[in-house]
């Protein structure tokens, strides 16, 4: 073993160190250690080894892993606007029938779920106003460090897992007016047809166009199963208007039985152009959920009794588990019932908001002696 220890060197435009299995070259702007199995390099902002960056991962997408679904569960949608999972939604119009909902099959990413499109009955002429994509808005909190809209914009990269049928298909992100639009697409083979695959696409930042970076909307991240001429424009240029296809795109909806799957979906930043995505990592379930309660959650009212009859309210609240993104609209999703005389007997509360609590009031009742035990509302403050 050989010990050089040196406090300073000047004059040198690179350091090479090296023997039979490994070399180690150190320059002013990098740092490359590699050998027949593991190559390192650090260069600016960015740690790569093997061609995966391993800088920070901060993903900008929520529900990543498709885990959370509070609103439909595993139940499967045929209507536009569906979210099969948290923050996803499948917007449609077409002619045909398309099936959508979220599935317990492992992906390569560890996540235990995905979400599945079926084709169930084609539209095999796709006219110039019609589409079919699968969206998630992303807040302007979020993405505000992107800096889109300024000469500083930075870059972000793109890495999901896509298993569909052969083709070329899209991706587009725009932002919250639709005016800005940059669409990739990519093709997956007849050999890689119906298997899971991993896509990488790059998106440069967009130094144009307005991109909130309140809690509103800002960015939208869009994956085109087809569209009509109305929304193709050019690949791989930002463009002003609302494009998300281009005349390459294939019609994925057009043969009965198609299925897709998409699963594990990153967005990152990528300040230095390397158009390499980090490891996919799921959050903690935990977070994940906080993260999608800030748009929507469930909540049960609370079983609760008066000492004596009440003849005309019932009052009782319950508290959100997070500061939602604006003040929700609350509604009704299972019957609300109240106790009279021991019997339960339905009802239709009102409701409202005071930061994060929820107020669930009946009014007009005859005999209320509590709140019964069942009813289920739900916030909604999604964009």
């Known amino acids: 073993m050989s010990e050089l220890t040196v406090s300073q060197i000047n004059g040198l435009s690179s350091l090479n160190v090296s023997n039979a299995t490994s070399n180690v070259v150190i320059t002013p702007n990098s740092i490359n250690v ?15 080894q093997n061609g995966i960056n391993l800088k920070d991962s901060k993903n900008y997408i929520v529900n990543p892993g498709f885990r959370i679904s509070q609103e439909n569960g595993a139940n499967t949608g045929t209507t536009t606007n569906f979210y099969p999972v948290d923050q996803w939604a499948m917007y449609h119009d077409q002619d045909g029938t398309l099936t959508i909902g979220q599935v317990a099959s492992t992906t390569p990413g560890g996540s235990p779920n995905r979400v599945r499109m079926t084709v169930t009955s084609p539209d095999t002429s796709i006219a110039a106003g019609q589409y ?11 993405t505000a460090d992107l800096r889109w809209g300024t000469a500083n914009a930075v870059d972000v990269v793109l890495r999901f897992g896509f298993k569909g049928p052969a083709g070329t298909y899209a991706v587009a992100i725009q932002n919250q007016d639709a005016n800005r639009s940059f669409v990739r697409e990519f093709t997956i083979s007849g050999g890689d047809a119906n298997t899971d695959t991993l896509q990488t696409l790059t998106f440069p930042g967009d130094t ?3 991109w909130d970076t309140d809690n509103t909307a800002s960015l939208q991240v869009i994956f085109v199963f087809a569209t009509g001429s109305t929304y193709r424009g050019t690949a791989d240029a930002w463009q002003a208007g609302n494009y998300v296809g281009t005349s390459s795109t294939s019609n994925g909806i057009g043969t009965t039985s198609d299925v897709f799957e998409i699963f594990d979906v990153g967005l990152y930043a990528d300040p230095d152009s390397t158009g390499v995505a980090p ?3 799921l959050p903690h379930y935990d977070i994940d959920l906080l993260e999608c309660q800030r748009y929507y959650v469930q909540f049960n009212n609370v079983i609760t009794y008066y000492p004596g009859s009440r003849s005309f309210s019932v009052y009782e609240s319950t508290q959100l588990p997070t500061d939602m993104r604006v003040t929700p609209s609350v509604s009704v999703v299972s019957q609300f019932q109240y106790w009279s005389g021991g019997t339960r007997i339905n009802f239709t509360p009102s409701f409202g908001v005071a930061g994060r609590r929820i107020s669930i009031q009946g009014t007009g009742l005859t005999n209320a002696t509590g709140m019964a035990g069942s009813g289920v509302g ?6």
């Open 34 to 48: 590699g050998n027949s199995t593991v190559n390192t390099a650090i260069s600016g902002n960015t740690f790569t």
């Open 378 to 383: 739900a916030a909604n403050a999604r964009m």
């Open 279 to 281: 490891r996919f990592e």
């Open 132 to 142: 079919a994509i699968f969206r998630q808005y992303i807040e302007g909190y979020r």
């Open 208 to 210: 144009s166009g307005t």
